[in-house]
């Protein structure tokens, strides 16, 4: 156990975040304003890094969680800064970087399912029941969304729009929030070599108490308080007793033909009765790219020596895609969802690693067996929607401010067995693990060429 308890760090103390995603950024940026803290972030690669989670073209945003009413209030909570930041950028001449078009939520067999069922009450008890239009009847979400005509005579024939939400470009909500750091005086450490956390320096009497970090190009650097918001690596990197794992999650894109643009264009994100199917998507960007995505219990990459999943990646495995039996799936589904896509090559093709918490919260807490230690991790794939007010969160935990997020997100058993991630997963089987060496006929990566329009062998 540590020696003294979690000590806040005082006016003055260096802070050193390992990780420039979503959480570590935000946690910078939080920081800065309260100007008092030499704040130190250290990055393997760039900003965002190209295999960070916090690294796409786009997210969802939405305030429909279910019951669990902290990520729906910390979600309208973030929403003016979000419209903030987009003016930021357009006084820049830079485009926005949060896509209000709303979400549309469908469910199956002319009923909502549980967790919309849910979100819809927890909405509308909470005074936010004016974002909701709910379309009862296949005819009536046809006639409003004509791109979704075939979802509904294929089963998805009820669905519920929620005008507050939509996606944002997360890529360029990092570059935003990263200026903003700078601006603030931030210190940033990029690079494989100088940025990229190799272990923990010590206190030579109290072996729990850390003093700071050794970096990959062997300097060491000193600090008060280390804060490992190192995403889906977090548990490759220190021993967290099974509480977090890397879950590889797929996600695929199409370039919209020209003609067929328009259909697409600012239209709401879907999700495609998410805790039954998995499958959700986005409007065409405005690069002429469609994203679809499946959340799912995930691949695995077990590490061999102690059977830790480390996310695989495109930065170490260039030509990586999606595994084969993801692939078809994506195909199948889309065949009765949005079956225009059939003829279309599947363009780009990614494993995405979340840092799943057995119970689907964020793991932000003091680490009890260390001083000077601060996890910021446990994402469950639902965080970056809260880059512009989870650092806030954050300094919570860091100034031992007592909350209910601080509470939500505490250092907490998580036994392996009880696991219900976010409560959203379409599979909750025992994952798959994901090895190309295998070469067999679900784990291998596809090629380019079985991405190509859907073959009859997928
Ligand atoms: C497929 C997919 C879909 C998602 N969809 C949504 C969505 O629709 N809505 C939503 O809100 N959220 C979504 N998420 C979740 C969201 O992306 C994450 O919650 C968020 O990005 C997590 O941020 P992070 O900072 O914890 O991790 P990351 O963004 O992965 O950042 C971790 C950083 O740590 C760095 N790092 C790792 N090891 C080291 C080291 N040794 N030294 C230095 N740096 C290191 C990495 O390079 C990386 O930059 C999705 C995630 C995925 C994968």
Redesign the pocket.
């Known amino acids: 156990m540590s020696q003294t308890g979690y000590q806040p760090p005082a006016p003055g103390s260096k802070i050193i975040i390992?990780?420039?995603?979503?959480?570590?950024l935000s946690t910078a940026y939080a920081l800065s304003l309260k100007n008092k803290y030499d704040i130190w972030v250290?990055?393997?690669?760039t900003i965002?890094?190209p295999?960070?989670?916090?690294?796409?073209i786009n997210?969802?945003?939405r305030m429909d969680y279910g019951d669990e009413t902290i990520y729906m209030h910390m979600y309208m909570e973030s929403l003016h800064i979000w419209e903030q930041w987009n003016k930021e950028r357009a006084l820049k001449g830079l485009g926005p970087v949060f896509h209000n078009v709303g979400n549309l939520m469908f469910s199956q067999n002319g009923k909502f399912s549980n967790y919309e069922e849910q979100s819809l009450k927890a909405i509308r008890e909470a005074g936010y029941g004016h974002f909701i239009e709910e379309y009862r009847t296949p005819e009536s979400i046809a006639e409003r969304y004509p791109q979704f005509k075939e979802a509904t005579k294929n089963g998805f024939d009820i669905a519920y729009l929620n005008k507050s939400g939509g996606w944002c470009d997360?890529s360029e909500a990092c570059k935003h929030i990263h200026s903003k750091c700078v601006e603030n005086g931030v210190h940033f450490v990029l690079g494989p070599e100088q940025?990229?956390?190799e272990k923990f320096l010590y206190d030579e009497k109290i072996s729990t108490k850390i003093t700071g970090i050794k970096t990959q190009d062997g300097k060491t650097h000193d600090a008060d308080l280390v804060i490992l918001?190192?995403?889906?690596?977090t548990p490759s990197?220190l021993n967290l007793g099974d509480r977090l794992i890397a879950t590889g999650?797929t996600?695929i894109q199409f370039k919209i033909p020209e003609n067929l643009r328009k259909m697409f264009e600012g239209q709401p994100t879907w999700c495609a009765d998410l805790s039954v199917t998995g499958y959700y998507g986005f409007a065409v960007n405005s690069e002429g790219k469609m994203k679809i995505?499946y959340h799912s219990s995930g691949y695995v990459n077990l590490r061999e020596e102690d059977q830790v999943s480390v996310p695989r990646t495109q930065v170490t495995n260039p030509t990586d895609s999606i595994p084969i039996k993801a692939l078809g799936e994506f195909r199948q589904f889309l065949s009765k969802f949005l079956p225009i896509t059939t003829p279309m090559d599947i363009t780009y093709a990614r494993v995405?690693?979340?840092?799943d918490s057995v119970d689907g919260h964020y793991l932000i807490a003091p680490h009890p067996d260390f001083d000077n230690l601060i996890i910021a991790?446990g994402?469950s794939?639902?965080?970056?929607?809260?880059i512009p007010n989870l650092g806030f969160k954050i300094c919570h935990v860091i100034e031992g401010v007592d909350s209910e997020y601080s509470r939500a997100w505490a250092w907490r058993d998580m036994p392996k067995d009880t696991a219900t991630y976010d409560g959203l997963r379409a599979d909750s089987g025992p994952k798959i693990q994901l090895d190309i060496n295998k070469q067999d006929q679900y784990t291998r990566m596809a090629t380019k060429d079985d991405c190509k329009c859907a073959r009859p062998s997928l």
């Not at 918001?229 to 690596?233: D, F, M, Q």
């Not at 995405?352 to 840092?355: E, G, I």
């Open positions: 390992i990780g420039a995603g979503a959480f570590g250290f990055e393997r690669q965002p890094s295999d960070a989670a916090s690294c796409d997210k969802i945003m997360s940025g990229s956390f918001a190192t995403g889906s690596w990197l999650q996600v995505g995405c690693w979340y840092c991790s994402d794939g639902h965080g970056m929607k809260f």
